[in-house]
């Protein structure tokens, strides 16, 4: 109840300053599983992705709550971007380690807004741990990408939305990295629409989160590279979110490169929408298994749009 209190006061703290993003209907995708499929298009988030929300939530309860001190945090591109904006919005200095393969278009989107950016490692796992670690010693304070009540609360918002509009979905598909994006969702969904099934969907090069969740405990899984670079590296150990997902995914789907990138394509022809790789892993959960959800009514949710010209230009060439 406690997080879900927090989702409703994140709601109402940043829904002025985010966009209500649209919910389309989408025929091919009805069609194809003999359903009713809706796309809840977070890749038109101001920032292009649904991380706009949890950093904003974050950085506006810190001010709040008056609590002193540099706001930093980790990314591979999207928190970054989402966390810079924040800063920006409120007017007040921060500071984003990203990895040194960070997507070079989501760099100099961080680099437009007004913070700091430093360079350490070659895998998210590896800067967020750095990261933390230089917070603590600096006496910083560390906004995590998703091991966060108010990250996660933030990303829970979208819930809010999709439940305004449709009241009890049978399936809502998500894709799943640290897993704030979900246990926000879930958390929000679960506790008003307790039959509707909340589906992870993750790239086979990257299932950290499922593959512990189904073992029951943290599992350290080896991270290959990925074209859902949003949702790419593993996740904290002791994180919330391993929890929340353990108490509120349903099923878990893993995904090949190659289907990603068909449904990338997809929906550029079927929507005439750009989607980034992890938005590309959660529409290529449903078109894998459309029997599993015929007859039903479902929602995916489309986390970003983030994607760099020379990786759009491998996948459609």
């Known amino acids: 109840m406690e997080l879900l209190n927090e989702i409703e006061q994140a709601h109402k703290r940043i829904r002025d300053d985010v966009f209500q993003t649209p919910l389309l209907y989408s025929n091919w995708l009805s069609d194809y599983c003999s ?10 988030q101001i920032t292009g992705s649904f991380k706009a929300r949890g950093s904003l939530n974050k950085l506006k309860w810190i001010k709040e709550q008056n609590i002193k001190g540099l706001p930093v945090t980790a990314s591979t591109g999207n928190h970054g971007l989402g966390f810079a904006r924040a800063c920006d919005l409120l007017g007040i200095k921060g500071k984003v380690f990203l990895p040194h393969n960070a997507v070079s278009f989501k760099v100099e989107s961080i680099r437009a807004f007004d913070v700091e950016i430093e360079f350490h490692g070659d895998d998210p796992y590896t800067t967020e ?73 993750q790239p086979e090069n990257s299932p950290e ?12 899984v080896e991270s290959k590279p990925t074209l859902s670079d949003g949702s790419a590296g593993g996740f904290e150990r002791n994180s919330i979110t391993f929890e929340l997902c353990r108490k509120l995914v349903d099923d878990f789907i893993l995904i090949s490169e190659d289907e990603i990138a068909d449904s990338i394509r997809s929906m550029i022809k079927h929507h005439s929408k750009l989607v980034e790789g992890s938005a590309g892993v959660a ?28 990786k759009l230009q491998s996948i459609i060439c």
């Open 209 to 220: 989160m499922s593959v512990s969740v189904q073992a029951g405990e943290y599992r350290e």
């Open 35 to 44: 359903g009713d499929v809706y796309l809840k298009l977070e890749s038109e």
């Open 129 to 201: 741990t750095y990261a933390r670690k230089t917070a603590e010693q600096n006496e910083w304070i560390y906004v995590s990408p998703y091991n966060d009540h108010q990250i996660v609360a933030g990303q829970g918002t979208i819930g809010i939305e999709i439940l305004n509009n449709i009241s009890n979905p049978d399936n809502i598909f998500a894709t799943v990295g640290g897993g704030g994006l979900i246990s926000g969702i879930g958390s929000y969904v679960k506790a008003q629409s307790p039959a509707t099934k909340i589906i992870g969907c």
């Open 283 to 310: 529409i290529a959960s449903l078109l894998k298994y459309p029997e599993r959800f015929a007859n039903q009514t479902t929602v995916i949710v489309v986390c970003g749009a983030n994607i760099s010209a020379d």
